[in-house]
Nanobody
Framework: QVHLVESGGGLVQPGGSLRLSCLAS????????MGWYRQAPGKERELVAT???????NYADSVKGRFTISRDNAKITVYLQMNSLKPEDTAVYFC?????????WGRGTQVTVSS
C-alpha cells in the first residue's frame, strides 16, 4: 500500500502562485510515474501533469508554460509549481502514483483562484 498526502492548496488571487506537495509513505519502493490531476465542481477529473521515474514530463495543454511538475525521489515527494493562476484553475487537486501495476490516489487539496 502507498499512502499519499497532499498539501499546499489554498486561496490565491488571479495571477498568483501556489506550490503543491504530495508525500508518499508506506510501500515506497519501486514507485513509478507520479502525477497531479484535478476535478472542478460538476466536471470530470482531468490530468494536469505527470512525471515518470526518469523525469519525463507531460502536461495538459491548459497548464503548459504555467505549471511545473517535479519529484524528489529521496523524499518520495512530487511537487506542482503553479504560476499565473487563473480562475479556471480552481479545483480539487489530487496526487496519483503508480507502483507495480497499481494506482494510488491522495485525498486531494483545494485550490481556489479568486479575487
Amino acid at each position: 500500500q502507498v499512502h499519499l498526502v497532499e498539501s499546499g492548496g489554498g486561496l490565491v488571487q488571479p495571477g498568483g502562485s501556489l506550490r503543491l506537495s504530495c508525500l508518499a509513505s508506506g510501500s515506497i519502493f519501486n514507485i513509478g510515474a507520479m502525477g497531479w490531476y484535478r476535478q472542478a465542481p460538476g466536471k470530470e477529473r482531468e490530468l494536469v501533469a505527470t512525471i515518470s521515474n526518469n523525469d519525463r514530463t507531460n502536461y495538459a495543454d491548459s497548464v503548459k508554460g504555467r505549471f511545473t511538475i517535479s519529484r524528489d525521489n529521496a523524499k518520495i515527494t512530487v511537487y506542482l509549481q503553479m504560476n499565473s493562476l487563473k480562475p479556471e484553475d480552481t479545483a480539487v487537486y489530487f496526487c496519483r502514483v503508480e507502483r507495480l501495476g497499481y494506482t494510488y490516489w491522495g485525498r486531494g487539496t483545494q485550490v481556489t483562484v479568486s479575487s
